[in-house]
């Protein structure tokens, strides 16, 4: 996981294209202005990266940054998590609790999917904003709060405003200073900073690992509709695959994985370098015959394997927490077969051999959404 929160405000949005210097500008600009931010782009195009860049540069940087996913939290919930409540409020609300605005006192409040925000929520929203205080549920008083929202939206919030889903009051409230997100097909030019940049933040996982121009001329071809989150998970790839080596063009097309077939082409390359990744991560009690079998069917598995034997704390005799870990690999599977699906359920349940049904509940655990 790459992080990036010690970073210099400009130095967090990382690109050298001239769209990306304009957005760093933008950044710079409305951060130290407290203005309510609405940022617009597709889902992996950094949304999340921007409201923290704005949060570093605002001067409230040394205060919380809190998140709310709006469309990932049930309606019953959400008023709740975002205002608190008082104990005995509701059936289960055995005790006080402070609400998201609280927490985010003094900094800022990033309300990510605002789109999908209920209606009756959206006029406690507006209300909250307009008098810049809470009230928690079951609560008399008001409580003040000194809160810079930035919002976020993967979907066209006109359509929605002119469908009747969104307040337009609300939108003006939020919007004060839009920025949109360009999608990274739009700036094509930004990839080989952006995999260096993930490759140095991977650190020793990733050794010397490089890229052929002729790499990154086969990647520039590429459509990336995961965006961002596409191209780190593909270094992720990369990374576990080929640590060390210079990747040519023929190493980085097969990397792509496309919407839920790889090729024979493909295939063939993923599993030589599967093989040399179970020789390197070999141990004396490995099993024999370890990447000699090449089905299709069993591409998928091999992140598992090696986030398990990449994960040497047991050997050490340091414990591990084994059901975050599962967690974590489940999660990072579901994200990526919804991004080789393109987000389509369907097909993103049939990649992981599971139920529609069953992937919808295991991303609802995760507060995944589909693209
Ligand atoms: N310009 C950038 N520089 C560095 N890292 C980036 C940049 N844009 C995105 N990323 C990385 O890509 C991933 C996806 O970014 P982020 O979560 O901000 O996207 P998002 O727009 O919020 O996506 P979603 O709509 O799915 O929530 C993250 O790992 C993030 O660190
Ligand atoms: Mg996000």
Redesign the pocket.
């Known amino acids: 996981m ?1 992080t ?1 929160a010690a970073a210099a405000p400009e130095a ?4 050298d294209s001239a769209v ?1 210097a304009e957005l760093r500008r933008l950044v710079a600009c409305v951060a130290p202005s407290g203005a309510s931010v609405l940022l617009a ?1 597709p ?8 409201a923290r860049a704005i949060h570093a540069a605002s001067g409230r940087g040394d205060k919380p940054f809190v998140a709310v996913n709006c469309g990932a939290i049930p309606r019953d919930l959400l008023e709740s998590e975002l205002f608190g409540h008082e104990k005995g409020a509701f059936t289960g609300a055995h005790a006080q609790h402070k609400g998201r605005f609280e927490e985010a006192d003094g900094g800022t409040l990033f309300l ?1 999917e605002i789109g999908d925000m209920p209606a009756d929520m959206q006029v406690k929203l507006l209300r909250v904003l307009e008098e810049r205080a809470v009230q928690r549920v079951g609560g008399r008083g008001q409580i003040a709060v000194d809160v810079r929202i930035v919002a ?1 939206t ?1 979907r066209d919030i006109d359509a929605a405003i002119d469908a009747g889903k969104f307040r337009e009051d609300l939108f003006y409230r939020l919007a004060v200073f839009p920025i949109e ?1 360009p999608s990274l097909a739009e700036r094509r030019s930004d990839v080989p900073q ?1 995999i260096r ?1 993930f490759v140095k933040a991977m650190g020793k996982r990733a050794g010397d690992l490089q890229f052929s121009e002729a790499a990154f001329e086969r990647l520039a071809e590429h459509g990336w509709p995961g965006n ?2 596409e191209l ?1 998970n593909f270094v992720e790839r990369a990374a576990i695959l080929f640590a060390g080596r210079t990747i040519g063009p023929a190493e980085a097309g097969s990397l792509l994985l496309r919407r839920g077939r790889v090729g024979a082409v493909e295939r063939s390359a993923l599993w030589e370098a599967t093989e040399r990744l179970h020789a390197a991560f070999a141990t004396e009690e490995d099993d024999e015959d370890a990447g000699s079998v090449q089905t299709e069917a069993e591409i998928v598995p091999i992140r598992a394997e090696i986030d398990i034997s990449a994960n040497r704390g047991l050997n050490r005799g340091e414990p591990v927490a084994l059901r975050d870990m599962l967690a974590d690999i489940e999660r990072r599977y579901i994200e990526e077969a919804l991004t080789l699906s393109d987000g389509v359920i369907a097909d993103a349940a049939r990649l992981l051999s599971l139920q529609r049904t069953t992937l919808i509940e295991k991303m609802r655990k995760y507060e995944m ?1 589909a693209a």
């Open positions: 790459v990036l967090m949005i990382v690109g990306i782009g889902s992996g195009s950094g949304k999340e990266v921007v990510d976020a993967h997100i952006l940049h961002v989150r780190r959404k």
